[in-house]
C-alpha cells in the first residue's frame, strides 16, 4: 500500500530518487544505455569515420508523433486496468457492507447468533482470498475458520474464492428451506454472493489480460529503432551534448512505457498497486463490527 | 493438500521481451507481414533513389512540410484503427469473462437448490452449460466441433445437429429442464425466476460475441487507410532521396515498419476469437467453465468422448 504519510516531500523525490524502487532503476538504466550508445557513435561518426548521415529534423518529429501515438496508448490501458481494478475494489467493499446490513437485519442477534460469525467470517474471508489468489496463492494464515469442515472444504476445493461463494450458497439455500428467510430475502441475498464471484472473476481477468502482446512488442521495438536514430539528429551540432538530449529523450519514453508495464498489473505489492490489503482488512473489522461479532 | 489454483496457470506464456523486441520479426503471421511490406517499401524506396539520382534527375522534391502534414492525417487514421480494434478485444474478453461468472454462479445456485442425490439433474445442467461454452466457441470460428461437446450417452446430442443456431437451442434445453423442476416443485418460484437471470445472460453473451466477431471496422475507413498508407509510402523517398541518398531507405523503412505495424496488428486484434498470437484465450475459458460446472454441481462426466482441456 501508498504509505503517503512516510514519503518524503515530492520535489526531493523527483529532483533525487532515481533508484528506490525497480521501475525507476529500469528507466535509469534504458537512459544510461541510450547515453552510451550516443557517447559511441558521436565518437565513431566525428573523429574516426565521417559518415555523414543527417536525417532532417522532420523525420525526428513524425516518429515522435507515431511513437506518441503507441505511448498514449500503452498508458491509457496500462491506467484503465489499474482503474477498473479499483472499481471493483470498492465494489467488492460496498457488496461486503451491503451483504451485511441485510444478514444483520435478517437474523436476529439473539437466536441467530451462529449463523451471524459464519456470515461475518466468511465474507471477509473471501476478500482475504481473493486478494492472494490474485498473487501467489492463498495464505491459510489470513483465513479465519468457521468449523473444521468448512476448513477441510476449503483445503481440499480448487478454487478458494469460488468454494466460499459455494458454501455461502449452500446455507442460504438451507436457511431457505428451513423458512428462516423468506422468497424475496432470498433473493436479496443472493445477488451479493453473485456479484462477490463476479467481482473475483473480473480481478482475474484484468490480472491474466495485460495489452496484447503485439502492441508491446510493437512499441517496445519502435522505442529500440528511435534510440538509434535519434543521435544521428544531434551529434553533427552538438557533439558530446547530444548524449545529455538523448538521455532525457529516452528517459521520457521509456520510463513512460516502463510505468505502464508497472501499473497494469494493479494487485501486487509494487509502489504502484492498489491498497487491496488495506481493503481486506477494512472489510474484516467493519463486518465484524456491523454483526456484532469477535 | 490439494492443488490450489494459481493465478500463473491462468496467464498466457509469452517469449521473453527483450528477446522477441531484437529478433523476433518472424515468428508469427502479423510479423512476418510487417516484415514483407517494410521490405517491399525498402525496395521501392532505392529504385526511386537510384533512378533519381543516378538516371532521371527528375528533381520532384515535395517540402517537408507535406511529409509531416501526410504523416499527421495517417497518424490520425491509425489512432482510430488502434482504438477501435483494441475496444472490440477488450470487450470480446470482458464478454468472456462474464460467461465464465454466469457458469461459476448458475453452477454455484444449482448446487445449492438440488438435492445432493438428484445426480441426474446436476449432470444435466454441468453438461449443458459446459456445452454452451465449448458450442459458442466454434461458432464464432468455422461452426461447431460435435466432439468437444460432452455427451452422457452415445448420439444424445444428434438433434444438435441439426439445429439451426447451436447456443440458444441449448438454453432452450436448460429453459425446458427448469421449467420441469419448477412445474415438479423443486424449485421455488424465486429460485426459478432466478435462475433465468443466468439462462438470459448466456444468451446476451453469445449475441454479444457475435456482433464483436461480424462487425469490423466499416469497410470505407479499412480501404482509405490502406490507400492512404499506400499513397504515403509511394511519394514519401521524394523527400529524401535527394540530400541523404540511400540513407533514406533505411529512414523510410523505420517509418513505415511502425505505422504497417500499427494497421496490420488492428487488423489482428479485431476479430479477437480466433486462434492468433493475439487472440483472447477462449479455449482456456472453455476448459475453466467446465471444469467449475463439474466442481460446483460435485459431478464429473462420465468418459465417452475425450475434450480437450489443453492450456494454451
Not at chain 2, 477501435?84 to 444449482?110: H, M, P, Q, V
Not at chain 2, 452422457?152 to 440458444?168: Q, S, V
Not at chain 2, 475459458?285 to 471444469?291: A, E, L
Request: proline letters at 4%; glycine letters at 4%.
Amino acid at each position: 500500500m501508498a504509505q503517503s504519510g512516510k514519503r518524503p516531500p515530492i520535489w526531493v523525490t523527483v529532483a533525487f530518487d532515481f533508484h528506490s524502487n525497480p521501475t525507476l532503476r529500469k528507466i535509469l538504466v534504458y537512459s544510461v544505455l541510450a547515453g552510451l550508445y550516443t557517447a559511441f557513435l558521436d565518437y565513431l561518426e566525428n573523429y574516426v569515420l565521417h559518415v555523414d548521415f543527417k536525417p532532417p529534423s522532420v523525420v525526428f518529429s513524425l516518429m515522435g508523433t507515431v511513437l506518441g501515438l503507441l505511448l498514449v496508448f500503452r498508458t491509457n490501458t496500462a491506467y484503465d486496468r489499474w482503474w477498473s481494478g479499483r472499481i471493483l475494489l470498492s465494489d467488492l467493499t460496498n457488496n461486503a457492507r451491503n451483504f451485511t446490513v441485510k444478514i444483520g437485519s435478517y437474523l436476529s442477534a439473539d437466536t441467530d447468533s451462529e449463523l451471524r460469525v459464519f456470515f461475518a467470517k466468511m465474507i471477509a474471508n473471501h476478500a482475504y482470498a481473493m486478494k492472494e489468489n490474485l498473487r501467489a496463492g492463498i495464505r491459510w494464515d489470513e483465513i479465519e475458520e468457521v468449523t473444521p469442515e468448512i476448513t477441510k472444504r476449503l483445503h481440499e476445493c480448487y478454487h478458494v474464492p469460488n468454494e466460499i461463494v459455494r458454501i455461502m450458497n449452500e446455507k442460504l439455500a438451507e436457511l431457505y428451506r428451513t423458512k428462516k428467510i423468506s422468497d424475496t430475502q432470498l433473493w436479496e441475498l443472493t445477488k451479493h454472493t453473485d456479484v462477490a464471484s463476479d467481482i473475483n472473476g473480473s480481478c482475474e481477468r484484468i490480472r491474466t489480460s495485460p495489452v496484447p502482446f503485439s502492441y508491446n512488442l510493437h512499441l517496445k521495438r519502435f522505442i529500440v529503432f528511435f534510440a538509434m536514430i535519434v543521435p544521428f539528429g544531434f551529434i553533427h551540432e552538438l557533439d558530446y551534448w547530444s548524449v545529455l538530449i538523448v538521455s532525457l529523450i529516452i528517459y521520457a519514453l521509456a520510463g513512460l512505457d516502463a510505468i505502464s508495464e508497472e501499473i497494469e498489473d494493479p494487485f501486487g505489492q509494487d509502489e504502484n498497486d492498489l491498497p487491496i490489503d488495506r481493503i481486506c482488512r477494512m472489510i474484516r473489522t467493519n463486518v465484524k463490527t456491523l454483526l456484532k461479532v469477535k | 493438500m490439494a492443488k490450489h489454483f494459481t493465478i500463473e496457470s491462468a496467464v498466457q506464456k509469452r517469449p521473453p521481451l527483450l528477446q522477441a523486441v531484437l529478433f523476433d520479426f518472424h515468428r508469427s503471421y502479423t510479423r512476418r507481414l510487417i516484415l514483407y511490406r517494410t521490405f517491399a517499401v525498402g525496395a521501392y524506396v532505392f529504385i526511386v533513389d537510384y533512378l533519381e539520382n543516378y538516371v532521371l534527375h527528375v528533381a520532384f522534391k515535395p517540402p517537408y512540410t507535406l511529409f509531416y502534414l501526410l504523416g499527421y492525417v495517417l497518424y490520425w487514421l491509425l489512432v482510430f484503427r488502434t482504438y477501435t480494434a483494441y475496444d472490440r478485444w477488450w470487450k470480446g474478453r470482458i464478454e468472456i469473462s462474464y460467461l465464465s461468472n454466469t457458469a461459476k454462479n448458475f453452477s454455484s445456485k444449482l448446487n445449492a437448490y438440488l438435492p445432493v442425490s438428484d445426480t441426474e439433474n446436476r449432470l444435466f445442467f454441468a453438461q449443458m452449460i459446459t456445452n454452451h461454452a465449448y458450442a459458442m466457441k466454434e461458432l464464432l470460428r468455422y461452426g461447431v466441433k460435435y466432439n468437444e461437446l460432452v455427451e452422457l450417452k452415445p448420439g444424445e446430442l444428434d438433434d444438435l445437429k441439426r439445429a439451426y443456431h447451436i447456443t440458444t437451442e441449448i438454453a432452450l434445453k436448460i429453459v425446458e429442464r427448469l421449467t420441469k423442476l419448477y412445474k415438479e416443485g423443486k424449485l421455488s418460484q424465486t429460485q426459478f425466476w432466478e435462475m433465468h437471470k443466468y439462462t438470459d445472460r448466456m444468451t446476451e453473451i453469445v449475441g454479444n460475441c457475435e456482433r464483436i466477431r461480424t462487425s469490423p471496422m466499416p469497410f470505407s475507413y479499412n480501404v482509405h487507410l490502406k490507400k492512404f498508407i499506400l499513397f504515403f509510402a509511394l511519394i514519401s523517398p521524394f523527400y529524401f532521396v535527394h540530400e541523404i541518398n540511400h540513407w533514406s531507405v533505411l529512414i523510410i523503412m523505420v517509418i513505415f515498419y511502425a505505422l504497417s505495424g500499427l494497421e496490420v496488428i488492428g487488423e489482428e486484434i479485431e476479430d479477437p476469437f480466433g486462434q492468433d498470437e493475439n487472440d483472447l484465450p477462449i479455449d482456456y475459458v472453455c476448459g475453466t467453465i467446465k471444469r467449475y460446472a463439474c466442481l460446483n454441481l460435485g459431478v464429473t462426466f462420465p468418459k465417452i468422448n475425450k475434450i480437450s482441456t489443453e492450456k494454451h
